[in-house]
């Protein structure tokens, strides 16, 4: 997500509009065409829906006509955003920072109101506002100074697990991590490296009387939860983030770090995400540093062992500071989208930050898509591929209790699974020829993984040189981790057929 990242979906849209679902209704009050007189210019107000604590969204919309086109802004306590766009007669189309050939909202202007739809799908209303229509003002608190968070000793190898919000977003409720929990289990994911069950947005509560955050009704008993999952062999994790709300309009740990720290330390919890949505709003990406390091301190001082995933979208070069705040992982893209272009374009932004992964601090292209249904299964391959070669954290994001064949093998496969964590914590970097993408990864036994992705519409053949791998000798052994099978360099050359879209990846030593 980036800087204004809107609540479309419960999950901001901020730089990042892929979380599709939850919080649209923050967006619905963006709009409009020409409201009083074909004039769109003015404030609007949108009332959305009411979030799971009983705390209702609204959305200020305030907009500037110039002929037939408009600019203007859009804010809630979740995001800040600018807008641009056009009116044709009593129709409006509005376009946000990352919304370019797809207008974010549109609609007609109705009996004085804007009436309209979010990206197409989710209607949504704004009226006139009033002197009634204010947003909560926010005090400015000044940033810590800046100093060193220590190693908590955690995260060796990249984390592995799941996460609610790609296909459960706001969904998400207690019996839902139960039962997540139990497959995890069952199907074998647990055995596989896959501990952390993760809540994402929407388990907030208010804050009671003394400041401290509760849960809502979707979440009874937090520390029984967490006793649950401990007692399947698996740890949980939670969410939160460094303004005072979070992505889906939930109260975020804004001037409540170290409380909301101990409050997770005391239910049992073992990761979190902290997402910077609404900080935005206040703090600017120069400091984002010392914004995290404040919530780095507060884990740190709860003695708990807890996973520490800052998800800031790669903004101000986060992977050159990350393990100074205590951050274990850090996000290095936008949000990720089920779709190959999104995938493929957040592994891409790894190359620059491949010199910063190792053990205990990860670059982060997001959660997998693997079993969601909008990609093909070599598609999926080639997306559990990249990121075992970027050495990225392995957090599944399907529905583990329906898994098809398909997405068990593809997930459970434990040979591309061991080039992920393997303990060296290399990152593997890209070289292009054509439509072809060759990525190879240093492992800490001399070996090498390679993988060709094929980035074209049709089937190439993929040759791998043994010369390229750098291995300090000849092929001794090279096996494909996804056909599970020992092949056989000819010369000093491998050649195979890989589909559109598909990846060939092996595991070569040297004699």
Known sequence: MSMTRANLNGRSILGNAAKTAVGLSLCLMLVTLPGFGQSLAGRW??????????????????????????????????????????????????????????????????????????????????????????????????????????????????????????????????????????AMVSSGMRDAGYVYVNIDDTWEGVRDAAGNIQTNHKFPDMKALADYVHSKGLKLGIYSGPGPRTCAGYPGSYGHEEQDAKTF????????????????????????????????????????????????????????????????????????????????????????????????????????????GHMTDDEYRTHMSLWALVAAPLLAGNDVRSMTAATREILLNKEVIAIDQDPLGKQASPVKNGGLETWIKPLADGSVAVGVVNLGSAEAQASINSRDLKLGGKVKRARDVWKHQDVKFTGETYTAAVPSHGVLLLRVSAK
Not at 58 to 85: H, V
Not at 95 to 108: E, H, I, V, W, Y
Not at 140 to 149: A, D, F, K, S, T
Not at 348 to 369: K, R, S
């Open 45 to 182: 107000a949108a009332i959305g829906r009411t979030l799971d604590n009983g705390e209702q969204e609204k959305t200020i919309l305030e907009l500037a006509q110039t002929g037939d086109q408009l600019t203007g802004t859009m804010k809630s306590q979740s995001f800040s955003m600018d807008l641009n766009g056009t009116v044709t007669g009593s129709h409006f189309e509005l376009f946000g920072p990352r919304s370019k050939t797809r207008p974010m909202l549109a609609g007609d202007l109705v009996n004085g109101e804007l009436h309209g739809t979010v990206f197409g799908r989710r209607p949504w209303t704004a009226k006139p506002a009033t002197a009634a229509d204010q947003l909560p003002v926010i005090s400015y608190i000044e940033p810590p100074p800046l100093h060193n968070v220590a190693y908590n000793g955690l995260a060796k190898t990249p984390p592995m697990g799941w996460n609610s919000w790609n296909l459960f977003q706001g969904r998400v409720d207690d019996q839902t991590v139960r039962s997540i929990a139990d």
């Open 265 to 372: 330390a005391a239910w049992g919890i073992d990761y979190l995400k902290y997402d910077w949505c609404s900080a935005a709003t206040i703090y600017k990406d120069a400091q984002l540093q010392p914004v995290y390091q404040k919530m780095g301190d507060a884990l740190a001082s709860t003695g708990r062992p807890i996973v520490y995933s800052l998800c800031e979208y790669g903004r101000g070069s986060v992977e050159k500071w990350g393990p100074e705040v205590g951050g274990n992982l850090w996000r290095t893209t936008d949000d990720i989208r089920d779709e190959w272009s999104s995938m493929i374009g957040n592994v891409e932004e790894q190359v620059p930050t491949a010199p910063y992964a190792g053990p205990g601090h990860w670059n982060d292209p997001d959660m997998l898509e693997i079993g969601n």
